[in-house]
């Protein structure tokens, strides 16, 4: 295959050139390639099109049953809206094991799962709720099984006590696997709960203050200390949200080799839409529409995250997709408190980062390129073979019409849910074609992947020395 006229974008370069795929892998990658080329491979005009590495998404859930009732076809919904939305990989996080068996389990019915349905490349990060030697056992099974991160929380029933985090932190630096924190501290959002459940206040616009920056801030800080503590331990901290976040991370970490995330939603929506009303909808049912942990923050978090961004401090921005119908967070509508936390975004992570950040904030498409797909390529073990575009590496692709101006729709994102947070936003740019390993997967708003297409990435050790922090001004 040939793709002929459009600009390759890397988180190095924009250059116009021809890429020539053979196979599943990229051969070559020239100016006016397809004058030169005299095979007649299929030529596919990307003329007026960027095109951006496929991309990789490190924070996915698509199965959220936390037990053994998955929605069978969890991987093939949720795999299909990330092929139209331009994500060629995925790494999903597990879900927690309810019946006490061990960690293997999931790992293994999870690939059962995805083997049949995926229909693009996919990885797997585990799982941990409590630390033991039977734990340390099977995490030491996961480098060789290509299962190289693994998530724990610091909120929510499952979360780890600093008893645990220590020894697990000493754990994960001795077989090489880089540690996923959910950092909130379980205590303060219990005691405000607590506090606000008395005055009758857990509706779902009460959901930033139930929540508030200061908990994500205090686990952070501590969290950093601990990793400092134990000899310097690597570390990936998800959805960071708001600015005391950051602020605890850039106090605490004193050069230490921890890496942060954050989300679209936090770099796009904020905490007005819990307490304005800019829909006909009554304000707790609006409101409910944004519900996910952390909250939506204020506009000067947002702001603040994308100044981290411009200045290098964010490494990859990630979906946490979570698959949870407007229909079942209905269940929170009079105590938010009772429903599924999350937000579906899956397929808008692109069209959002070039729109709020290329057009609206001047971000260099090389800086998208490398919250998009390159920088968690390196987190996550899968550089070069995923994560770039050059010769040898996977021909994972995505054309994408920067001139294409529409409204996002739960509709036009292939979610498969009732809703998205993202309804009604103008959006510019659309992705308009994916590839695969050098099959089209989406061409045109058609879906035409084979579930089971997909293929499980085994994971190499993470490595931070060479993630891009690409300073702009
Ligand atoms: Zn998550």
Not at 36 to 45: E, G, L, Q, R
Not at 275 to 298: F, G, V
Not at 353 to 369: A, D, E, F, H, S
Not at 410 to 439: F, N, V, W
Request: charge should be negative.
């Amino acid at each position: 295959m040939l793709i002929k006229n459009g600009t390759v974008v890397t988180s190095q370069i924009v250059e116009k050139a021809d890429i020539w795929i053979e196979g599943e892998r990229i051969r070559a990658i020239e100016p006016n390639l397809h004058q030169h080329v005299n095979a007649s491979p299929p030529i596919i005009d990307a003329t007026d099109m960027l095109i951006f590495p496929g991309g990789v998404d490190p924070h996915t859930h698509m199965d959220l049953s936390q037990g053994d009732d998955a929605d069978p076809h969890c991987y093939q919904t949720g795999t299909r809206a990330a092929a139209y939305g331009g994500t060629t990989t995925i790494i999903a996080h597990l879900p927690f094991e309810q019946q006490k068996n061990p960690l293997q389990y999931q790992v293994d019915r999870h690939r059962r799962l995805a083997h049949s349905e995926a229909l693009v490349d996919y990885g797997f990060h585990g799982v941990v709720d409590h630390v033991d030697s039977n734990i340390i056992a099977d995490l030491k099974t996961f480098p060789r099984q290509g299962i190289t991160s693994v998530k724990f929380y610091m909120t929510y029933p499952v979360h780890l006590s600093d008893t645990s985090i220590l020894p697990l932190l000493e754990h994960a630096k001795h077989l090489g696997i880089l540690l996923c924190a959910h950092c909130e501290n379980d205590a303060m959002i219990a005691y405000t709960e607590q506090k606000f459940k008395r005055r009758h206040r857990l509706q779902p616009r009460y959901q930033a203050a139930l929540c508030p920056s200061i908990c994500e801030a205090e686990a952070v800080y501590r969290l950093c200390s601990m990793a400092r503590l134990v000899d310097d331990v690597p570390l990936y901290l998800v959805h960071i949200s708001s600015r005391s976040g950051l602020n605890a991370w850039r106090e605490a970490r004193r050069g230490a080799p921890i890496v942060l995330e954050t989300c679209p939603q936090y770099l796009t929506l904020d905490d007005d839409l819990y307490q304005t009303k800019n829909s006909n909808e009554p304000i707790n049912e609006q409101a409910l529409r944004y519900s996910a942990c952390p909250p939506l923050r204020t506009l000067r978090d947002r702001d603040t995250l994308w100044q981290a961004i411009r200045c290098g401090e964010i490494a990859t921005v990630a979906t946490d997709h979570c698959p949870i119908s407007f229909q079942e967070k209905r269940k929170g509508l009079y105590d938010v408190t009772r429903c599924p936390h999350g937000l579906p975004g899956i397929a808008a992570r692109l069209p959002l980062l070039y729109t709020y950040g290329v057009i609206q904030r001047g971000m260099p498409l090389c800086r998208l390129v490398d919250l998009w797909s390159t920088n968690a390529a390196h987190c996550f073990g899968m550089y070069p073979t995923k994560g770039t575009i050059k010769k040898g590496c996977d021909a994972d692709l995505v054309l994408f019409d920067p001139n294409q101006h529409w409204k996002m729709t739960a509709d036009q994102l292939h979610e498969d849910l009732d809703y998205t947070p993202y309804e009604g936003i103008t959006c510019i740019g659309k992705p308009i074609m994916t590839i695969l390993r050098g099959s089209i997967i989406v061409d045109h708003a058609t879906c035409v992947a084979k579930p089971g297409y997909g293929q499980y990435i085994h994971r190499g050790p993470s490595d931070f020395s060479r993630l891009n922090t690409g300073l702009y001004s």
